[in-house]
């Protein structure tokens, strides 16, 4: 009954130009002119519920939102839109190197105080030895343009005694440079990095992964032959300094000179390496997608023309999302046991790929995109199990402004939370910690709000034609280090949250 | 009383017949041709848009035209870059996922938003037909468009083209690009 008002009272008031508050409250006076006690008890649920969409919104000054998680340390990374944090252990130092999206409309490129020149988004490098004190490094700009134009959103980061042909001292950082290429910076002093090499020519880049062991790396590219914004080019970077190119790699009618549909664009792959012997490559964003399993060795070994027939060689599987739901994060976590299934004869452990789909659109206006797992134990034949979402009343998030879905996952695999828990970048839910244990029935045991700040940009949306604006943060990716830290950026300029496990959730780390 | 009657009949008559005039020419012409259509596609990512069909009478050809918004685009700055791209969102693969460029695609201008058209052969079961796809871009949001027809290239072309140029659909594409 009050959802159908709900629809009846949004019609009325769609082509006036009456602000959203005010049309609650004519509605709110509407169904008190009905009388009676039924009516009063829904005004008063009504309120109730109105005033917890008006609270919730962020103001600057009000706390962080909190349960089972800590704010250590923060950083304001220059006001910055943030993507990819990247913590690594270097010496007895250690360092975050933070991709940035390119600059705003209001500000596209903003002044780097260390400089005092305007630079267009790029790379910050923070120490974070001490996380309640982090101490921003180095400001490496980027590509000039603005949002997913610019900036050096990726980062991964391979110490050269790891590398098979690296510079033992080195400490090699690759980041995408805008949607033009792909660099290789020399980090061994984070504070004063050298450029390697540059792989250039490209339309567009994105979210690359790079096995530190072989040197293999995954670089999510727009080849300009390809039909598609995004795809795979495999090169050989176990000498940095020397780039060889392995492959172009793709979904069958993605190549140069197909023809009728295109697949969707690829998001991300990750590799579990010459072991595992897998890479998983998360296609789509938000609005349909696949997680495609394929054979590493086929891959990088297989026959490289780009046709149909050699793109389709590798694959083990494809599972494809509904068309409501993309691919942003596809992380592999085989061999997990599952306790409910101990005394099972057969399927103790499971294979289990956690897919992570991108929310894009401001304040709900799309499908949920939230959390799914796949059981792949019988690759051929991936199954979804189960899935985890934020609920929407918990914070009447539909309400506060900005993205409200999920976007990514930390992809660290270091013992400390692997396969235990798992942090989920929610936009303006902030980060949660799902205890994945079992991964059928996955369970939140924390999460962590930001507050906003002076340089949190607003998120808009198109109300009968005008812009309307709030101002909420806008959790973007996270990642972990190994001494259990939790890193979670800000994609509207809030900076860098260093966090910490407590309580309950902690205990499931087996943290002390 | 009987003697004015006939006068009285005769002015209506009149009366009526210029009303009739005056409404006939009053009519927009391109609006009348086009009929329009339940949604002929499955669900997919984008919610379900507007579909309209023209017959061989008012076109010279079967004409079908599929038109929504698709908010949410991202290429904020670019627009609509490349053939490649109207290829991939223009929604022609609803109506075969099989089709081939006749030739490089055009910059076009429809309803105040810059995108490209491009022509296609779609292989469908029982007979070759045309398939025209528009990308339009507006901000960071697309408007899709795809037609087919049973005509050559160019008449399906030009008819989809005067339709979308038609008063009351680019009102319509203009506010739902705007999302109201």
Redesign the interface.
Known sequence: MVACQERVFRRRYRRASVPHSQRRLAWEFGVVRMGGRVTAACCTFLLVLLANGASAQQKIGDPPEASNMRLVGTSDLQARSAYQPTIHHQGDRWIAYIGHHGGTDDIPDPVNPMTGKAEPNGTSIVDVTDPAHPKYLRHIPGQEGKYESGGAQMVRICDGKDLPKGDRNAVYMLRTFGSEAHEIWNVADPANPVLVTRIGGLKDTHKNFWECETGIAFLVSGAPDWRTRRMTQIYDLSDPAQPKKIRDFGLPGQEPGATGAVPTELHGPISTGPQGNRVYFGYGTNKGGFLQIVDRDKLLNGPKEPTPDNLKFPEIARMPLSAMNGAHTVFPMPGMPIAEFARDKDGKSRDIVMIVDEAIQNECGEARQMVWFADVTTEARPMMISNYTVPEASGAFCERGGRFGSHSSNESMAPVYYKKLAFIAFFNAGVRALDIRDPYHPREVGYFIPSITAATDRRCVTVDGKDRCKVAIQTNNVETDERGYIYAVDRANTGLHILELTGAARAVAGLP | MTRSWPVIAAMFLTLGGLSAVAGYEMASPPAAQWREIAWPFP????PAGRAFHCGVAECGAEVEVYLRPK??F?N???GV?DD??V??VSDV?MI??????LKVGDVVDVAEMRGRIRAYDVGMPKEKRTAIGIALSHRCDLMAVAAQGGGDAARVQRATLTFLESQEIRKWMI?AM???
């Open positions: 669900r997919d990512g984008w908010l949410g991202c904020c700055d670019s870059a490649d791209e290829d991939r693969d075969s996922p099989r089709f081939a460029p506010a705007e999302g109201r």
